[in-house]
Structure formats: structure tokens, C-alpha cells
């Protein structure tokens, strides 16, 4: 997938003095966009009550969604959870760095604006060197949303925020690795996902014999997982998501509505009119890394039809986001 053009923007390559100089306007209190290996983060320090509002007003967040606050290892817990369970030793031991953020209770230093008023903290250590010489050199945690305007897809590249954030610096350190967010696991009572992501359920569970999925859609209003009520991920256009068994329906919807953009799977393509399909990877993680390119794509289309996937492994955050996004489902 080409991009068609290059916005102006503040994004500059993830050197090591550009590196220093973002840690230093962190600790003067602005707002400072990332690369992680799930998605860009736009980032906050955690202690700054003032900086972290800012990310809302920016975002155009609803104040009720609270942000995940990244470390640089386990110690920096300290500041932030009141305690950490045998549990999440255990996950962060096995997972940590990477895509799962886990909720703990928070320590009251943690400022409310950060987790919308609950009594809980989600933290994650991101494996991306960038993110790390960051918070390093920062020397705080890192309150960071997805770096993309409320509703919109997540960026998993530096244009992408760009495009949301003009103005706003830019750690440029090329595509993201996962394309996805992490998976948030609460481990207070019984352990469950909130939310699904990079990290899969199945991986998840091999650790976490008795570990719960997420709730089903219409029923995530729970304030338990905020963020999860809101419209997400959503192109500037209709978005018709096919089950996986519907093909034919959605060349038959394609060949009526000359207009619509087809999204798939590379071995999917050959079914729909060439010129109009984006094709979203040869395997399970490429569609992973591909999709939210693919739903910010600039190409003319009046709708967006998409050919869905079967729920297992890194499909079913594919398919989660893609639930969510939808407006019609076929
Ligand atoms: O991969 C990621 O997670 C990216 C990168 C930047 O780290 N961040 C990200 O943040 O996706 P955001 O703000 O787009 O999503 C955070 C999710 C939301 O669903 C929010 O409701 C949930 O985490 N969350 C945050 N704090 C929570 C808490 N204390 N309890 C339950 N859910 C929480
Ligand atoms: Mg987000």
C-alpha cells in the first residue's frame, strides 16, 4: 500500500538527539507521539495533570476513556500500583516487553485524569527501543492513548499521526510491527481480557488456563472498560463487513455499487475487480499490520467493503476492530 501523499508534519527520525530533545519537552510538560511495536502512542508525563489533559483536548477524547501508562521495566511500578499480584508477576515475567497492559490499583500520585477517575491503573512496557530510550531518558512514566483523533483508526506509522496531529512532534520509527493495540488483561478477581489485541487469546491462555474473553459487543458498556463503548476505528465512509462465507454476496454488492472499495485478503482478491480491492496481506500477521492503513486508505470509494475473517489467533482482534468499525454487517 503506496501512500498517495505526504503531509506537512513535525515528524523527524527516531535519532538519538531527537530522542533527547522529545524526553525534554515530555518533562516540560507537551505532548510528545511515539512508535511502540502495537501502534504510535501519543504521550504524556504520567505525574502532569495539565500535560495529560492536554492529550484529551487533542484527541478529542471522551474524559471518561483512561490512558495506559507505559514503563521502561517492572520498577517503575512503584510509583504508580499499590500492588502487584503473584499473577501479574507472572504475565510480565512471560510477556513483558510487549503488547499486554495490565490493570492494577493505582496509587493515589497517579492523577485522575489519567485513568478517568477509577480506582485502577493500566501499565504496559512497550518492546520498541524507541519508546524505551524514551521513557528512559525521560525518567518518568508515559501516559499514551493511540496517537490518532478520537474515533479514527490507530496510526501505525508516523504519517498517520501526522495526518491526525499536525503540529505535534513525531518519533518516526517506520511502520509498527504488530498493527494492533495491546490486549488489556484485569487480574482483580477473575482474570479476563477487556480488551482483545495484539497479544492473542490463545498465547494468553496458555498462561492463564482460566483466563475470560471479552464481553461481547452491546454488552461492554460495563464502566469497567471504558474506552470500549465508544465508536472506534471508523473510515470517513460506510464500511460493510462480510463474513467470511459471504464472498459472493460482496461480489455481487461490488459489482452493483461501481463506486466501493473492496478490502481482503491477498488469496481472496482474485474473486474482485482488481483496480478497486486492497489487498491486506498474504497471512494472518500481514492483515494484522495492514488493516488500519487500509481504513485510512485515500482512494476514491463510496464504501468500503470488506471481506471478514474467521475468529482464531491475531484474526479475532482483525475481526473485533473490524466489528466495531462496521456500520452495516452482512
Ligand atoms: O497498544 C496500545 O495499547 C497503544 C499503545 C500506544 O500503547 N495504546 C492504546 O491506548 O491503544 P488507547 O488509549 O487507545 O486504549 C486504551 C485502552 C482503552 O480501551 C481504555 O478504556 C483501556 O485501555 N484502559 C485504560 N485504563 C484502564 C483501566 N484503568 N481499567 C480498564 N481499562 C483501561
Ligand atoms: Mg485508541
Known sequence: MKRKFTTLSRAVPATPRAVAAAARALRAGQIVAFPTETVYGLGANAFDEAAVARIFVAKGRPADNPLIVHVDGPAMLHGLVRRVSREALELMDRFWPGPL?????????????????????AVRMPDHPVAL???????????????????RPSPTDAAHVAED???????????????????????????RV?????LTLEELRRAVPGLRGPRRHGQDRSPES???????YAPT??????????????????????????????ASAAHFPPRRTIRLGGDAAAV????????????????????GFRKVGILRTVMDRLERAATTVV
Open 237 to 266: 465512509r460506510p464500511l460493510v463487513l462480510f463474513r467470511p462465507s459471504r464472498a459472493r454476496e460482496l461480489a455481487e454488492w461490488a459489482a452493483r455499487e461501481k463506486g466501493a472499495l473492496v478490502l481482503c485478503a491477498d
Open 288 to 307: 494484522a499490520r495492514n488493516l488500519y492503513e487500509a481504513l485510512r486508505t485515500r482512494k476514491r470509494g463510496t464504501a468500503l467493503l470488506v471481506l
Open 133 to 151: 530510550a524514551l521513557i528512559r531518558a525521560a525518567g518518568v512514566p508515559i501516559a499514551a492513548p493511540s496517537a490518532n483523533r478520537s474515533g
Open 226 to 232: 471504558p474506552g470500549l463503548k465508544y465508536r472506534h
Open 194 to 198: 477487556l480488551r482483545l489485541g495484539a
Open 165 to 191: 496531529f499536525p503540529g505535534v512532534l513525531v518519533l518516526d520509527g517506520g511502520r509498527t510491527a504488530h498493527g494492533l493495540e495491546s490486549t488489556v488483561v484485569a487480574l482483580d478477581g477473575t482474570p
Open 101 to 121: 497492559t495490565l490493570v492494577f490499583p493505582k496509587r493515589p500520585s497517579v492523577p485522575d485524569a489519567v485513568t478517568a477517575g477509577l480506582r485502577t491503573v
